[in-house]
């Protein structure tokens, strides 16, 4: 095995993998990574399953050194400049690090998160069945927390005579954020529902990955903004008593007593995490009906993802390709979209 020593890391950069599940009956968060596309992209180039952990790199520059023998990886999700030595990394594809070589991967453009995972995988035992990182609860692996510098994790040794990779990712969707209205929408006026979809909210910057607050003007309640304490679903949207949204993601707790106007779509969640602070997002509502074909549909893409992998040798560089790849981490610009 090899080793990828971290030699510089931003605040929210952590081990996460699909998430920690079956537990929250008992109060046990999920974690997990908040772009679940992007990771299952980096896992396909590296030949691993699309659950398995990688590190999810914050908005933040970091930097990381390989030791004990070259490592293969794969970096997917926001955009950023990244290099080896001095030579440029390109996004949705692998990439050899000789032992000795530094990663440096800098701050994110227009997007938040981006996955980097290794071929052969981290090495560590799952917590409660995932490696995921709650940093809250204290729970993760290889460490329970956020990476800080001079954490060693061990990785994969990869396969030098294998090929490079590349995947050719579908055109990233620019629409409006779909959400399903509940599970407490009666308890908001018919104009706090219409302002949910017709507003353009910004991104707080005191969000973080427990939690997105919304700033925009407030949403009435009808009846109040206290309800008993029911669970939590990823991507609900709450709204307390000063009217402000907040979707919940990741490392939110499993249960709440404020009501809920509705849940963002699952498929939909990867684009809305990877809006940062300051950025702009509108909602649809759809029905259920559309909510699951549209959520099965991204299962199947998820699990076709593998099938784009090709040897990058064999990639022909054009504008098409350029404009399928997924260069902007998939965030959203409500500000030009139709509602």
């Known amino acids: ?46 030949g691993s399953r699309q659950t398995a952990p990688a ?3 914050g908005p933040f520059a970091c930097r990381f050194k390989v030791e004990g023998g070259a490592v293969r990886i794969a970096l997917c999700g926001a ?30 453009q227009g997007a938040v998160f981006s996955y980097l995972a290794m071929e052969g995988g981290i090495a560590g035992e799952p917590i409660f069945g995932s490696f995921s990182v709650h940093a809250r609860l204290g729970l993760g692996a290889p460490f329970p927390r956020a990476l800080a510098s001079g954490d060693v994790l061990t990785v994969g040794n990869a396969d030098q005579s294998a090929g490079e990779r590349r995947l050719a990712l579908p055109a990233a969707d620019n629409g409006p954020i779909r959400i399903v209205l509940g599970p407490q929408d009666d308890y908001f006026t018919p104009a706090a529902i219409a ?12 969000s973080d990955r427990m939690g997105y607050r919304l700033e925009g003007p407030p949403l009435a309640h009808a009846k109040g903004h206290n309800i008993v304490s029911d669970g939590i679903t990823n991507g609900a949207i709450q709204v307390p008593g000063n ?22 779509l699952s498929c939909d969640l990867h684009r809305f995490a990877q809006i940062p602070a300051g950025g702009a997002v509108r909602f649809k509502a759809v029905s ?52």
């Open 195 to 206: 302002a949910l979809q017709e507003t353009v909210w910004r991104i707080s910057a005191t």
């Open 288 to 339: 259920v009906a559309e909510a699951q074909t549209a959520s099965r549909a991204f299962a199947a893409a998820l699990g076709d993802l593998p099938a784009h992998v090709g040897d990058a040798h064999d990639w022909t560089i054009s504008a098409e390709a350029l404009l399928a790849a997924n260069l902007a981490g998939q965030a959203v610009d409500a500000q030009t979209d139709n509602p």
């Open 79 to 108: 955009s950023r400049p990244a290099s080896i030595n001095g030579r440029t990394l390109a996004f949705n594809s692998t990439a050899l690090i000789a032992d000795g070589e530094t990663l440096d991967i800098r701050a994110a």
């Open 243 to 264: 009217g402000q949204p907040l979707v919940l993601l990741a490392d939110r707790g499993t249960t709440g007593g404020y009501p809920k106007i509705a849940v963002i």
């Open 55 to 57: 590190i999810e790199i």
């Open 1 to 46: 095995m090899s080793q990828l020593r971290v030699l510089q890391v931003g605040p929210v950069t952590s081990v996460q993998d699909f998430g920690r599940f079956g537990g929250q009956r008992y109060g046990l968060g999920t974690a997990g990574a908040l772009d679940r596309w992007s990771l299952a992209a980096a896992n396909a180039l590296v």
